[in-house]
């Protein structure tokens, strides 16, 4: 279990992101926003594109007709702050480019 009180590792976000991505999509879809930042903090750009670049991805295979269904489920990802809706214009507005 991660101590929310520090920042995980990018090293621990990743296990987190493969272990959610078999049981449960939406968390997954959570981490991979949260490994976005995390690299995009530490200055790794490329990395940061290739997690926006998948969370885009998984946010495809959900709906986004309403607030309920882009809720995020949890506020914070390894001590990442979660945005209060999750939806490709919630990623494209604070990754810009890297979209």
Known sequence: MINQTR????DELES?????LLT?????TETSFALAVRHRE?????ASRDWVQQCLRLLEGFPSD???QVATARTS???VQ????????????RFGALG
């Open 82 to 93: 979660l945005p209060t809706y999750l939806h490709s214009g919630v990623v494209e507005e």
């Open 77 to 79: 990802v390894g001590g």
């Open 66 to 68: 309403t607030e309920e």
């Open 16 to 20: 987190i992101f493969q272990r959610e």
């Open 42 to 46: 530490l200055g790794d750009w490329p």
């Open 24 to 28: 449960d999509r939406w968390a997954a």
């Open 7 to 10: 920042l995980a590792s990018t």
